[in-house]
């Protein structure tokens, strides 16, 4: 968690504390793990709150679901601690333990409130990112809707450069406000940012071109390609400027192929 934290503050400076808070001279931020209260802290502001989180494999995630619920280990065998899916890491709540996140008062006043609405609209694409569960596959449905309903007005060539423009300038404003993002939602990859989706999804539809059937197969294969992440997380351990967007492209890159090489063999 330490290394996530770091990424987070104007500073660069993170600290994570168990329970009781240690020494603060010199930091710009830090993290209090606690069951209880968060405390008042002289100097620092406390600018948010998440349920502390630890990583767990999704096969045993789900494998502990079913017994908790009496139903048969086998109905779970396609998520095996070792298979694709199974294999994942996710982030599971730890009951009862809460991450309480301070930041020296002027670091945390420094920012604008209407500036910070404008930028959480754009990240979460009008508040799509705030669903549950769903944000990033609500986001790349709309933007092929919207994809469809420019076909009919836009021929296939010009279609297909604005599907492209689309993706350069919404992987720009990611890569701009990737360090807001990071200090606003208190995460490295945050799930209320899906902005990086669309466009992914855009890259993908510009590489197959327009039509109902091509754009709702590169719904699938992109959704496919970024949950499940086959041959892209090596681009997550770069490090590189714009991370928050780069494995959605690659995403959309692999989809869109996938989809152009079917087309090509029926």
Request: neutral net charge.
């Amino acid at each position: 968690m330490a290394a996530r934290l770091r990424l987070m503050a104007p500073g660069g400076r993170w600290e994570i504390f168990e329970q009781t808070v240690g020494d603060t001279d010199g930091l710009d931020a830090f993290c209090l793990v606690s069951r209880s209260a968060p405390p008042e802290v002289p100097g620092f502001a406390c600018i948010g709150t998440k349920s502390h989180r630890v990583p767990e494999k999704l096969g045993d995630v789900v494998a502990k679901l079913l017994r908790e619920r009496g139903l048969p280990p086998w109905f779970g065998s396609f998520c095996r601690p070792h298979s694709m899916v199974g294999s994942r890491i996710c982030q599971t709540a730890v009951p009862g333990l809460i991450d309480h996140f301070y930041q020296l008062e002027e670091l945390a006043s420094s920012g604008s409130p209407a500036a910070d609405r404008v930028r959480n609209a754009l990240c979460s694409m009008a508040g799509l990112g705030h669903l549950p569960l769903v944000g990033a596959t609500a986001a790349s449905f709309v933007t092929c809707l919207f994809a469809l309903a420019l076909m009919y007005f836009a021929g296939p060539e010009t279609w297909q450069f604005l599907m492209l423009v689309m993706s350069i300038l919404t992987s720009a404003i990611c890569a701009l406000l990737e360090k807001w993002a990071h200090r606003h939602y208190l995460a490295e990859d945050p799930r209320e940012v899906v902005l990086d989706e669309v466009a992914g999804m855009a890259l993908a539809l510009a590489i197959i071109g327009p039509g109902v059937w091509a754009n709702l197969a590169a719904f699938f294969a992109f959704r496919f390609f970024d949950i499940f992440k086959p041959g892209i997380h090596w681009v997550e351990k770069r490090g590189w400027s714009g991370t928050i967007v780069w494995d959605d492209l690659l995403a959309g890159l692999y989809a869109g192929g996938a989809v152009l090489a079917c087309k090509s063999i029926i």
